[in-house]
């Protein structure tokens, strides 16, 4: 065997030791992006889940796309704000979304008149679009197959990537919130409020009200959340979960209105969205919070049990 054959094991000298020597830390750099997700499965099982669910969403708020989004939502509350500023004439109550006459009276009900807006368009817009880039945007990006060679399994992998998804549920209502509070803040009085019942409570207690409502929106995203996952383990194309999961939306609501329908309505997953207005009352009423959630976990239990059948028995090629 000649010296330059590949085959001849590599002569090596005398270990080099000192500040100039190169260990395998100093020579492979750091994994990023979806590698980071990779290597995070690649780890102990024990370690693994919460790893690579810490990767996912590391990946999903570094992309620009999810913070132009939240940007967009974040846009919204501002804008109703300085148009009931700029007004001259007061809103006439019954006019425009609910709440929009007492803006003027409190900062605080620009949050929950945001909220109102967002919930039938915008931000279902936005869980559509990250629920229905959960698998068909890896699949697209040809790294799907890098991820399952790693011994996490496919079911560990679809909780992490729903997860991912909830968690931008939660940080979108939450920038709706968030953003109306300080800019109405910014531009109206603050003090105590008004409940629909007639009660009057402090500052404090109704910005804890603020927030349930806001939880109350994050729970009605987590049904659409769960469809949009399972469309988009139908395909490799993104933009086609994306938009399937957006048009489903419309159309329940769509659905929601007729009133030919009255016996689909309490099914669709959009029926309770803007029943938050117990919330609003003193005591608080929690039947209508009990509902939407129940129903959320049934589209849950039921669209994650197809996005599981699906994946766990689809042929990985990309």
């Not at 085959?7 to 005398?14: I, S």
């Not at 559509?128 to 890896?138: C, I, M, P, R, S």
């Not at 998804?165 to 409020?193: D, K, N, R, W």
């Not at 669709?268 to 005591?283: E, I, T």
Request: hydrophobic share 55%; with cysteine; charged share 10%.
């Amino acid at each position: 065997m000649s010296p330059s054959d590949p085959r001849e094991p590599a002569v090596t000298g005398p270990a080099v030791t000192g500040p100039d020597s190169r260990g395998p830390a100093a020579s492979v750099p750091e994994p990023t992006g979806h590698a980071a997700i990779a290597t995070a499965v690649a780890r102990p099982r024990g370690a693994s889940g919460a790893a690579l669910l810490g990767s996912e969403l590391t990946v999903l708020f570094r992309r620009r796309r999810t913070w132009a989004m939240l940007a967009a939502l974040a846009a919204i509350p501002v804008l109703i704000a300085i148009a009931v500023r700029l007004t001259s004439s007061p809103v006439t109550p019954g006019r425009g979304p609910a709440f929009l006459d007492r803006i003027t009276q409190n900062g605080l009900f620009v949050a929950i008149t945001a909220l109102i807006v967002s919930i039938p368009l915008f931000l279902p817009l936005t869980v559509g679009v990250v629920a229905g880039d959960t698998v068909a945007g890896e699949a697209n990006l040809g790294t799907l197959r890098y991820l399952l060679v790693a011994p996490a399994g496919r079911v560990r992998l679809l909780l992490v990537k729903y997860a991912g998804a909830a968690a931008f549920c939660v940080a979108a209502t939450l920038t709706v919130a968030v953003s109306g509070a300080l800019i109405g803040a910014a531009l109206f009085p603050v003090g105590p409020v008004t409940l629909l019942s007639g009660d009057t409570i402090g500052v404090g207690e109704s910005v804890l009200r603020s927030l349930l409502i806001a939880a109350y929106v994050t729970v009605s995203l987590l049904g659409l959340s769960a469809i949009g996952l399972f469309i988009s383990t139908l395909t490799e194309v993104p933009v086609g979960a994306m938009a399937a999961t957006i048009v489903l939306s419309v159309t329940a609501q769509v659905l929601d209105a007729l009133p030919q329908l009255d016996w689909l309505h309490p099914w669709l997953f959009s029926h309770y969205w803007l029943d938050f207005a117990d919330l609003l009352r003193q005591p608080i009423d929690w039947t209508s919070f009990g509902a939407n959630a129940l129903l959320q976990g049934g589209y849950i239990l039921v669209f994650g049990a197809l996005a599981y059948g699906r994946f766990v028995t689809k042929d990985i090629l990309s």
